[in-house]
């Protein structure tokens, strides 16, 4: 079992990137079109593909306002890893922003693959949403 | 034991994938700045700081033409780490560049922020730098 694992100081209070983890228009803007109550136990549908064909959903399994967000993928190409989790704490910049995508069986291409295209949304288009208003969503980020 | 692991499709040839990767010009439009001879049982260095006064050093311990880098850090902070390698093989857009950066003994704050970084340099600024002619290199990268 390994883990996607990545971390991003964003200059952003915490209340805010909690904000662009759980809303729709916030995730539509830095990963890919999303649809979302933001509550326990409701679900995040993301849309993938050129003309969002490809629906992805993730089961919200906890919330801590402001500081944790759980996902379980029940939909998608992921539903046979484990949590997703983001960690949102205080840092003197802002937030510093775990994430963890748990309980991969193996490290292949579409390992790799995935774990590349989370630094980029994470390192660049999340960062940049947060710190200059806009981000570089899909499709529109680097086809790797 | 565990390791950081990317994989980036590249719209270039091998051959110039290659040379991104052991030319120290290259190494320096889309990494930090580098002092290489490109050679195995030689080294690359590597300048990081805003004045690029931390010097990391890397040991080459093989070289393919067009499709295997092999470095061992002599110096700095991955030294208790194993081999960093870069597989670089045909791809239909160009070229399919495999990274890995073997043997870490935890997955802390440190291994995140690595591998977060990893993902920056490769998706964006290597790439950008071989597509555009335009890499996003140390000190200029997202100060994650």
């Known amino acids: 079992m390994t883990s996607i694992l990545h971390r991003v100081v964003i200059e952003a209070s915490p209340e805010k990137v909690y904000s662009a983890l759980t809303e729709q228009d916030s995730l539509s803007a830095w990963w890919t079109r999303a649809k979302t109550e933001a509550k326990v136990d409701s679900h995040v549908s993301l849309f993938f593909g050129a003309g969002g064909e490809h629906e992805v959903k993730m089961k919200i399994t906890d919330l801590v306002p402001n500081e944790r967000i759980c996902w379980k993928c029940i939909e998608g190409p992921w539903v046979n890893t484990k949590a997703f989790e983001f960690i949102i704490q205080p840092h003197e910049r802002g937030s510093d ?26 390192t660049v288009s999340l960062k940049n949403l947060l710190e200059t208003g806009k981000g570089q969503p899909h499709p529109n980020e680097p086809n790797i």
Chains 1, 2 share one sequence.
């Open 97 to 122: 922003l775990q994430f963890s995508n748990l309980g991969w069986s193996e490290t292949g291409e579409f390992f790799m693959h995935c774990n590349s295209k989370w630094g980029f949304f994470l």
